[in-house]
């Protein structure tokens, strides 16, 4: 049995964390701009929602780098690499169209996404501990 093969059900459960507190940090925050108008907390619900589509594309390009790994690092390390443009071009596209399309709320929506990162962080961090 490869150690690849004991890290991926630790990975998992991991990402399943980290994503959970990603999903409660921006309901939380949602709520609380919901005290204020229901559209800016429809703007912070869809910030946590951008932030956890590029947190499981995070976790997905580190599954296929890791396959790829075993048969050839320097294609891990692509791999890798274009998932990092991949997901900043996927944060601008899903930030300009909730502003420029749907209209949301820019800061409001900022909110949510930043906390949600913030919680991507700190969830990443205290799990393994």
């Known amino acids: 049995m490869c150690s690849s093969d004991l890290a991926e059900p630790e990975l998992a459960a991991k990402a399943r964390w980290v994503i959970s507190t990603q ?20 703007a912070a619900l869809y910030g946590g929602f951008a932030s956890i589509c590029i947190t499981t594309l995070l976790l ?9 790994a075993k048969e050839n690092p320097g294609k891990s ?3 890798l690499y274009v998932g990092a443009v991949q997901r900043f071009l996927l944060v601008l596209g899903l930030l300009a ?16 996404f930043a ?4 919680s991507y962080l700190i969830g990443s961090r205290f799990k393994g501990a």
């Open 77 to 79: 390390m692509r791999i």
């Open 60 to 68: 997905w390009g580190i599954k296929r780098a890791t396959e790829a």
């Open 23 to 42: 999903l409660i940090i921006s309901v939380i925050v949602a709520a609380v701009f919901l005290f204020k108008d229901t559209w800016q907390s429809v």
């Open 115 to 118: 906390l949600a990162q913030l």
């Open 97 to 112: 169209m909730g502003i420029a399309l749907f209209k949301l709320n820019p800061i409001a929506m900022c909110v949510g």
